[in-house]
């Protein structure tokens, strides 16, 4: 799985986001492509006979487990009373953690053919981009998706855009949407989508496929409605003109159904292979529009509970712990270059004198600056109170620990090892010692922080539950259309996804006791309009 606190991960995902909303917004790709591409029509499925079966999957290419997991069961023929789509529909961010075309191809093209290779009819494949498609402006994706003569992992792909509209048997129809970063339609896309409404019946039943969640983040998310929920609202109003019977989407990586007294429903299925999300908190039972929470996956008594594995943080992250350990050794480095041995003969007059040397010396209040802007910058921006007081608090219990183990590191070096205090020698050896403590310290207290922030205050929901790198309690969604035109939507879940794998005919299989099947989780059945 992706080490997302890694620091090579941070700064590239940093660089090429920043990038996509400076550059992206001025040289819009769908623009490209439809100027470009062939015109693109309605995908037209309405002739197959009997029951119709598609697929949904959502949040993929994280890790090789987790993704080729799913797709291996997706490929499954039957699987407990369903059958593999005719039909698969990606639903935003299908690789992780950035999208390039060496990333495509190894963590979501490679685990699908795999999976694929042995199934007698591959489906039709059709995706929409989420927000890590577009950090490269949806080149990458581009290439995977929108060629048709290319195809993806062996199946059909038959769109030539970021968007689409499929006509499904009995009146059904299912569309695809892309909002870019900016959470808005280009001009071509509603022309495209004005054409698909026109050519719907008044009876026409719609599921819609969105990029992300709005009804939970216009919650969580102070200035959100502003944006994306006015969006959404206008083409449903003013493009369709006909109520959306469901809507998916991914980006929150478990399984969540709001139902309304109407029975429509919306519906969040991000577990396609990236880490998993809490479900815990923050805590949304009521959205927009009088929709209500009725099921969740993993339970939220299961999700608080993995929220304790952050008192791991420096172990399942290693890589996380050098960033720390060097803020650590240089902040010990700065104050001992201006403290003599009278100074810090005792821990309380280490920590006064610090303190003096923070507010007269402009070098090291600078520095004490520094550090409490950047984890002040870091805190989940959901509310700007925490932000400003959680990251203050996180600040200072790092640089109080911090502290702490340059006092120890002195004492050791001076008192155990005889070396004089000041001397370049004892400095270096002080400093690594700093440096190599500070780094697992440092991820404890991160941990800490991660921990109370969700479980207490249900804040830094992403970056508590993606420094756990868990593989586990994957899903996705299998949508059947009966002759009689009632769909039906099961989320099938696995809880424990394999870790090893042994080649048979040619194609990995489960090589791990450990590892759980397939069960279904949810299920409900929504009648057409009438």
């Given at each position: 799985?992706t ?38 029509d ?26 080729y ?7 499954q ?11 698969l ?13 060496n ?11 795999e999976a ?9 494949v ?8 577009w ?9 995977a ?62 599921v ?41 989407t ?6 969540r159904?709001?139902s ?22 923050p ?16 339970e ?5 509970k993995?929220?304790?594995?952050n ?18 050794a ?12 009278a ?7 280490a920590?006064?004198?610090s303190?003096?040397v ?6 090291c ?9 950047g ?9 700007r109170?925490?932000?400003?007081l ?8 790092h ?22 205090y ?14 190599a ?24 929901g ?23 035109g ?10 424990r ?9 040619g194609?990995?299989v489960?090589?791990?006791a ?17």
């Amino acid at each position: 799985m992706t080490g997302w606190f890694d620091p090579k991960v941070m700064a590239q995902s940093a660089a090429m986001l920043l990038t996509a909303n400076i550059f992206g917004r001025h040289s819009d790709t769908r623009l490209i492509e439809a100027l470009g591409s062939q015109p693109q029509d309605v995908f037209d499925y309405r002739d197959r006979p009997g029951e119709f079966w598609l697929d949904y999957v959502a949040d993929l290419g994280d890790g090789w487990n987790s993704t080729y997991a799913v797709a291996a069961a997706m490929a499954q023929e039957s699987l407990l009373d369903t059958r593999a789509g005719e039909v698969l529909v990606m639903g935003g961010d299908e690789v992780y953690p950035y999208p390039s075309r060496n990333a495509y191809a190894r963590r979501t093209e490679t685990p699908y053919k795999e999976a694929f290779a042995g199934r007698a009819r591959k489906p039709d494949v059709f995706a929409i981009p989420g927000n890590h498609d577009w950090f490269d402006s949806l080149v990458a994706f581009s290439r995977a998706f929108c060629r048709p003569e290319r195809g993806f992992a062996g199946c059909r792909t038959r769109q030539t855009r970021s968007y689409f509209a499929l006509a499904l048997p009995r009146d059904w129809w299912l569309l695809g949407v892309d909002l870019q970063l900016g959470a808005d339609f280009d001009e071509p896309q509603l022309r495209y989508f004005h054409d698909v409404a026109a050519r719907m019946g008044n009876t026409a039943n719609i599921v819609l496929c969105v990029p992300e969640p709005q009804w939970v983040y216009e919650i969580t998310y102070p200035d959100y409605e502003a944006y994306t929920t006015r969006t959404l609202d206008y083409f449903c109003r003013d493009v369709l003109k006909k109520p959306v019977s469901v809507m998916l989407t991914g980006d929150l990586h478990f399984y969540r159904r709001y139902s309304d007294d109407a029975g429509h429903h919306r519906i969040i299925a991000g577990g396609g292979g990236a880490f998993l999300h809490p479900t815990h908190q923050p805590h949304t039972p009521q959205v927009q529009d009088g929709f209500t929470e009725q099921r969740c996956y993993p339970e939220k008594g299961t999700s608080a509970k993995l929220a304790w594995k952050n008192l791991l943080f420096p172990f399942i992250n290693p890589l996380a712990c050098l960033l720390p350990g060097l803020v650590y050794a240089l902040s010990a480095w700065l104050a001992s270059s201006r403290l003599n041995l009278a100074d810090v003969d005792t821990i309380g007059h280490a920590f006064t004198s610090s303190l003096r040397v923070a507010v007269r010396d402009p070098l090291c209040g600078l520095w004490l600056l520094f550090v409490i802007a950047g984890l002040v910058f870091f805190t989940d921006t959901h509310s700007r109170a925490y932000r400003v007081l959680g990251g203050a608090t996180h600040a200072l219990a790092h640089l109080f620990a911090a502290l702490v183990l340059a006092w120890i590191a002195m004492r050791f070096t001076t008192d155990t090892l005889g070396m004089t205090y000041g001397d370049p020698l004892q400095l270096l050896l002080s400093g690594a010692l700093v440096f190599a403590t500070g780094g697992v310290v440092g991820g404890v207290v991160i941990g800490i922080y991660l921990l109370v922030s969700i479980n207490v205050f249900g804040r830094h929901g992403n970056e508590a539950f993606s420094s756990l790198r868990g593989q586990d309690f994957k899903q996705w969604l299998r949508l059947n259309i009966d002759e009689a035109g009632v769909l039906t939507i099961r989320a099938m879940a696995i809880d424990r996804v394999p870790r090893r794998w042994k080649e048979e005919a040619g194609r990995p299989v489960s090589d791990d006791a450990r590892a759980s099947g397939v069960r279904e989780v949810d299920r409900v059945s929504v009648r057409p309009r009438s």
